[in-house]
């Protein structure tokens, strides 16, 4: 059975510092990955998107890497700002391919 | 429509009432997803369609639970005889695709279901 792991669960930086998220995942036959950000009492925002084949994606301010082999994926998130304080979640496909697994998140706190 | 609607977006009922919450996806997507979340914890999978059928509804935690897309569209959930562990937030996703090799999930806002 999947099981995804993300650490640390909360995290507090100063604006402008790049800073690290990370997700574990424990069956490294994956479909795909994908990170999102929630903000309380909304719904899931998708970021990035990693297919299986591929090691890594960007978006503006945001990388994200994945590595199979030893089930881990990071999400960079360069030069911070107070508004992208949110919880960052990652997802991996299940053995089925047909569901997203998630982890419990990470709750980011940028201050200005 | 624009994104994925969620009706209602709070639910309060009491223990043993029967409910139905409604997921509206983005027009043209064929696969559509029920999660629950609690609070403090990640979504977790309830049900899988492509199409009207569901590909997978292993993460439906008893029979108590029900979901249906009779025209490949809309998709409702029904919870019948209600328990306070049914509250939760139950997100809706939908994809483009038939599941996940290529397709990337879109959430609706979710519904809060409260039961006392």
């Known amino acids: 059975k999947q099981e995804v792991t993300q650490i640390p669960a909360a995290l507090s930086v100063p604006e402008g510092e790049n800073l690290v998220l990370n997700c574990s995942f424990t069956?490294?036959?994956?479909?795909?990955l994908q990170w999102f950000r929630q903000d309380p009492g909304k719904g899931l925002t998708s970021l990035l998107l990693?297919?299986?084949?591929?090691r890594e994606q960007t978006s503006g301010r945001l990388n994200a890497s994945l590595d199979k082999s030893s089930g881990r994926s990071t999400l960079y998130i360069a030069a911070s700002q107070p508004g992208d304080s949110a919880t960052y979640l990652c997802?991996?496909?299940?053995?089925?391919?047909?569901?997203?697994?998630f982890g419990k998140g990470t709750t980011l706190s940028v201050s200005s | 429509g624009a994104g994925v609607s969620q009706t209602p977006s709070n639910k309060v009922t009491e223990k043993g009432k029967y409910v139905e919450l409604r997921c509206d996806p983005i027009s043209g997507h064929t696969a559509l997803y029920w999660y629950r979340q609690s609070l403090g914890q990640g979504p977790e999978f309830l049900i899988y369609f492509q199409g009207t059928g569901a590909a997978d509804d292993s993460g439906l935690p008893n029979d108590r639970f029900f979901a249906v897309r009779p025209e490949g569209s809309v998709s409702t959930l029904k919870i019948q005889r209600t328990e306070r562990g049914d509250s939760a937030v139950y997100l809706c996703?939908?994809?483009?695709?038939?599941?996940?090799?290529?397709?990337?999930?879109?959430f609706g806002e979710g519904s809060r279901l409260t039961v006392l």
């Open positions: 990693i297919q299986s084949s591929q």
């Open positions: 997802a991996v496909g299940n053995q089925a391919g047909t569901a997203l697994i």
């Open positions: 996703a939908s994809s483009s695709w038939g599941g996940l090799n290529t397709g990337e999930l879109f």
């Open positions: 069956d490294s036959a994956i479909y795909n």
